[in-house]
Structure formats: structure tokens, C-alpha cells
């Protein structure tokens, strides 16, 4: 009896097995292409400087933000729009992080990805990052996010702390494009 119960569960198992379809296998598996992320690159005061204060042909927009700061999450997509928008007429536009250097491969590339974030994108690397901030502007205390507008000599023409207000952006960069195009 014993030898029965355990016989014809086995025999079953084989039984049924026999009947279960061949497994097929898939050749050449397509998975769709994924978008690569964002290139950030890496930047110390010095050369933050000197992306400032290179001569240039056309007006520069810089905005500093992190991937913990609500406001400039938030304001994001509304610069990504504006980036769209006027870099085809003589704006250069760049995105500074404040995140933590070890965010540079991370979140800070996939966050600019689902941006769909196309202008030259930096993090700051920096072990203390005052001295950057007292270059950009001796009065701001490094909170975020921070938009500075400069013209041809890169004298600051706009500036905003805190979530941008895209109307009073938008403005202050029309007449900085029109005043380049000599209108």
C-alpha cells in the first residue's frame, strides 16, 4: 500500500510532464533601445569661473538646483521648455547640480533624462562650495534654486532665488536675445 502511494503521484508528475509543451526558446530577444541618460560632467569653482566669465557671442542662462530640491524639481520642466525654446535664438543655457559628487553617474543624470533635459549639464565638486557661491553672487547664500541670466560681457542681467516666476524669466531673456540681435 505504501509503494501505491507513493508509485502513482509519481507516475502522475511523469505523466503529466509528458503532456506540458516543449519550452521555446526565443532567438535573438529584442528589448527596446533605452535612451541614454544625460552626460553631467564634473566642475570645481575654477572652472565654473571660467564658464562664466568666458567671452561669449550670446547670452548665458545658468541655473543651480539638486535632485533633493523640491522648488527646483518643480520649476524643471519649465526650463526645459525655455532651453527648447530660445536656445535656437542665441541663448547658451546650463544646468549646475548641487547634489553630492557621488550623484554624478546616478540621480542626477536620471533625473535630467526624464526631464528630457537637453543643455550642457555640471555638477559642482567642490569640498566646500562657498567660494563658488560668493563668485556668482556675494549676496546669495547658496539657496536653491538659483537662476542668473548674463548678457555678451556676462554681466548678470537677471537673477532669482527661489522657484523662477517663467513669465519674468522669459522677459528678461527676450530683451537680452533682442538687444543681441540689435534690435
Known amino acids: 500500500m505504501r509503494f501505491t502511494k507513493v508509485v502513482i503521484p509519481v507516475a502522475l508528475c511523469i505523466l503529466l510532464l509528458g ?17 541614454p541618460l544625460p552626460v553631467v560632467s564634473a566642475i570645481d569653482t575654477e572652472a565654473l569661473k571660467g564658464l562664466i566669465t568666458q567671452p561669449r557671442e550670446r547670452p548665458l542662462l545658468v541655473n543651480f538646483w539638486a535632485t ?21 535664438q542665441s541663448l547658451d543655457f546650463v544646468t549646475v547640480s548641487l547634489d553630492d559628487i557621488d550623484q554624478l553617474k546616478t540621480d542626477v543624470p536620471k533625473f535630467l533624462g526624464e526631464m528630457k ?27 536653491l534654486p538659483a537662476t542668473y541670466l548674463y548678457n555678451e560681457k556676462g554681466e548678470v542681467v537677471y537673477k532669482h532665488i527661489g522657484r523662477v516666476n517663467t513669465a519674468e524669466l522669459r522677459e528678461a531673456i527676450e530683451k537680452v536675445v533682442k538687444k543681441g540681435d540689435g534690435q
Open 19 to 35: 503532456f506540458a509543451a516543449p519550452a521555446q526558446r526565443k532567438k535573438g530577444r529584442y528589448t527596446k533601445p533605452k535612451t
Open 68 to 88: 533633493f530640491c523640491d522648488p527646483c524639481r518643480d520649476e524643471f520642466p519649465d526650463l526645459v521648455k525655455i532651453d527648447k525654446q530660445y536656445r535656437p
Open 117 to 143: 533635459a537637453t543643455m550642457p549639464a555640471y555638477l559642482l565638486n567642490t569640498s566646500d562650495p562657498e567660494p563658488a557661491i560668493n563668485f556668482i553672487d556675494r549676496r546669495w547664500q547658496g539657496d
